[in-house]
């Protein structure tokens, strides 16, 4: 029997980041396929390691129970890789934070592919002893690593200047589209359809959430702004500049994981605004392709290869406020609606779960052989 164990994120069912979804997607993708797969899960507390059958899938629980989450992190990658190098033949890493425990996989003989994600170590939010971790990070998974998957052209790109081309392979994320959604979802935060604009981003300067909330509330607006995000402005100066540019028009919902509720924001909203202004293909913007949303995105070579024509884009806060300015008070529904059907075009053409699930089967297969 074929089998592969997963590791990088922090386990399954998804409940966390596009990582998670993606691991459990793929999971039941291969063990339909026939493969035997493991996911590594981590857990708080102490304890010993456990493992428990999951829809066909192998789940293995490693307690960390280390406080801060950072290295909670780095301790269950570290305790995660120690206990698959010993008991599997073909691991897939997603993302390279810890790069450095994969010696273990060539010390015992373990094929590893990394996923390597977006370059991380460009990331405004990291200290410069972080970025300088992050960086060497890469360096050594590029070295360490059987194969490479980037999820994004730019991305591979630029892995081509650290490897030769032939250990890349180019695999976009997918999304579930999205036909509709119970307005229900949307009475806890008393929103109707059509009636707000949404970005959903963690609250960090390179998502442009202060640049998008700078030009929402430039002139009076008769909708709202939404923005889905763990808000902690006691801990982060940025977080307080955010809410002083903000105003009664402004919501902060906090970090929602509800895939449901999620699902219902982005379908009814009446905008999407990205911007994001690092990484390579982000799940929350295929998601919202996948939703059929009008999409307004900061513009960069990552957005601009994933949404392609179906969306507008700004570069700074004066293009921000003159395209919502059009969107939001002067473009007509019949506008609008076509934005809307140019990003469902746009998601089935590049982003449909079985296609890139295909190219992960095939894949892992020819790295296994």
């Known amino acids: 029997m ?32 026939g493969w035997k797969v493991t996911v590594y899960c981590q857990q708080e507390g102490k304890g010993s390691v456990t493992a428990e059958i999951w829809q066909d899938i192998t789940l293995v629980h490693i307690p960390v129970a280390v406080k801060s989450s950072a290295w909670a992190s780095i301790m269950f990658d ?33 094929k590893n592919i990394f996923n390597m994600d977006g370059m991380e170590w460009k990331r405004q939010k990291w200290r410069f002893y972080e970025k300088i971790w992050l960086y060497c990070n890469e360096r050594i998974a590029c070295r360490l690593g ?3 998957i980037a999820d994004h052209p730019a991305i591979a790109q630029h892995l081509s200047t650290r490897v030769q081309q032939k250990k890349i392979t180019m695999i976009p ?76 028009s402004v919501v902060f919902p906090g970090a929602i994981y509800h895939q449901q509720q999620v699902q219902a924001l982005r379908y009814h909203s009446r905008l999407y605004v990205h911007g994001h202004q690092v990484g390579g293909t982000n799940p929350s913007l295929l998601e919202s392709l996948a939703a059929g949303t009008a999409i307004l995105a900061h513009d960069n070579p990552f957005n601009r290869w994933v949404a392609g024509g179906a969306a507008c884009y700004f570069s700074n806060v004066k293009e921000c406020t003159k395209e919502m300015n059009r969107l939001l008070n002067e473009a007509s529904d019949d506008e609008l609606q076509r934005m809307r059907a140019r990003s469902v075009q746009q998601f089935h053409e590049k982003f449909q779960w079985h296609d890139v699930l295909q190219k992960y089967e095939q894949l892992l297969t020819h790295v296994a052989s």
Not at 9 to 26: K, N, V
Not at 83 to 107: D, K, Q
Request: hydrophobic content about 40%; some cysteine.
């Open 2 to 33: 074929k089998e592969l164990a997963i590791l990088g994120t922090r386990g399954i069912p998804a409940a966390h980041g596009g990582f998670e979804t993606f691991a459990e997607h793929l999971a039941h993708y291969l063990v339909k396929r």
């Open 173 to 248: 994320y997918g999304a579930d589209e999205v036909q509709y959604t119970d307005v229900e979802f949307l009475k806890p935060f008393s929103l109707t359809p059509q009636t707000y604009a949404l970005c959903i981003a963690r609250i960090e300067p390179e998502n442009s959430i202060l640049e998008i909330i700078s030009a929402f509330t430039s002139m009076p607006r008769t909708i709202r702004l939404v923005i889905l995000g763990k808000l902690e402005p006691d801990r982060h100066a940025y977080h307080r500049k955010v809410l002083a540019a903000a105003n009664e």
């Open 78 to 110: 570290m305790r995660s890789t120690w206990h698959a190098s010993r008991r599997h033949s073909l691991v897939l890493t997603l993302g390279y934070n810890t790069a450095c425990f994969s010696i273990l996989y060539r010390l015992f003989a373990v």
């Open 146 to 148: 059987h194969h490479l």
